[in-house]
């Protein structure tokens, strides 16, 4: 996810380049133990961030700036899969049915913190950049930051309080019916209580990483995860509390990140503030938010859209469906999430080629990540499939849930390989200031997706829903493709007119 407004085009702003080196490398004279990396006039220091994105060798770079974000990724992804299993293991297909269904909410509470946290993430880093030749801007980031966190919980806090108010109708939109509304609602229930810590802790995230450092942002997600997965034994295997002990585990995990955060904020972060005193609503700091923020909500809203109508589908077809995909969908996330590493790690380093004009190296940077992107999908996902039946075992021992299990992970990992690729144009997009396509490419699976599955269900059942996800991705992979082709002029007079400047 990137924090970068691909809206705006100067380079001085949203160049990523000068978020880093503004985050990094503070003053020596301030700070004795600065990065000396981006000393006026000065050749940039091997080892900073500064090289890694200037004149580092392009292998180098990619692995300084995507594999903490390949981690972090990859750890949230692997926690889903052992989630699964913790459920899994009381042999409750409800249960399993109740967490799939309740995965449209969690990608509201998901944009709720992107609006704030994306959102001011974004304007964070554009002051930070903005700040090298003015640094009375760097003054204005403390009402930026904490406008985005006190703002995500207030949201968060109303948007909680009324789905428990609206509790049983909420879990009937979400599809729940029969033996799984008792756990849909238990589990839901729980997790409408810790809206606000969710939204705060994935607004925190954003913040953090707005500022450069994507080795504390990975650290605190990690400890949030093993945090999780401790209360997931205490909570599920040791007193017996299911889904409302999943749901608690969740949220209390998300404590221990917010936490986390705010402490090395409140110690490292530049400029930046969480206190309610600076809290603002002055256009200057929600405009520019909020207009980041929406197309994050906007992104979002789809993809609840194509959840609800996927949920919905497949409930027809028995809960043994509904199981199969979420199991199936947790897995398959693996070498997805590791793509998605590559994919945003690497877009300061495009971004900065693009805004120093230096083409050879953005194209020395986008090959190595289509290079990287096939391998991570090639590897991880032959892997996955070949040890798919041992690792459906450890979730259910329903047959009809193993069976539809294959099928459904097998389009997953197609899919898998078409999304990781129109990520990558994603970053590109966003990193030469190509709004429209960039923006196209994010509401563009969601748009195709809903027309898609209802034509698959109607001619080919269950096997068209499960399909549905694949053909849509494979289409908006086309149009990213089709977009870069009459994109690609702009981008070159871009690089000519940056380089002349």
Known sequence: MSTTDPATTDPTVTDPSVIHSATTHPDPAVDPGADPGLDAGAAPVAGTDRWYLATAPIVRALVHLCVPMAAAMLVGALYNVLNAGFIGSQHDTAMLVAVTLASPLLGLVMAVGGVFGTGGGALIARLLGAS?????????????????????????????????????????????????????????????????????????????RAGGPARQAMIGLIVSTVANVVFDVVFILVLRWGVAGAALGLGLANVVTIVYFAVWLSRNGEHVSLARRWFTLRRRVTGPVFSVGASELLQASFLIVTSLVLNTLAAAYGEGALAAMGVAVRIAQVPEFLVMGVTLGVLPLLAYAYGRGDAAR????????????????????????????????????????????????????????????????????????????????????????????????????????????TVSEVLVLVAGAVMYLATRRAIERGLTEAAAA
Not at 137 to 157: N, P
Not at 362 to 385: E, H, K, M, Y
Not at 393 to 401: E, H, M, Q, T
């Open 132 to 208: 090298e030749s003015d640094p009375a801007r760097a003054e204005e980031i403390r009402h930026v930051s904490a406008f985005a966190l006190w703002g995500s919980v207030g949201v968060g806090a109303v948007l909680g309080a009324a789905g428990l108010v609206l509790l049983d109708p909420l879990v009937a939109l979400l599809g729940a019916d029969g033996a799984a509304v008792p756990e849909t609602t238990t589990y839901v229930g729980v997790l409408l209580a810790f809206v606000p810590v969710l939204a705060a802790a994935f607004c925190l995230e954003q913040i953090v």
């Open 362 to 469: 953005l194209r020395s940077a986008l090959r190595a990540s289509l290079t990287a992107v096939a391998l991570v999908i090639g590897v991880f996902s032959t892997l996955v499939f070949v040890f798919r039946e041992p690792v459906f075992g450890l979730f259910s021992a329903d047959p009809s849930v193993l069976g539809i299990c294959v099928t459904v992970l097998a389009a997953q990992l197609v899919a898998a390989v078409a999304n990781g690729f129109t990520g990558l144009l994603t970053s590109l997009f966003q990193a030469t200031g190509r709004a429209l396509p960039a923006i196209v490419l994010s509401m563009a699976q969601g748009v195709l997706f809903v027309p898609i599955v209802l034509v698959g269900d109607a001619v080919f059942g269950l096997a068209g829903i499960v399909w549905s996800l």
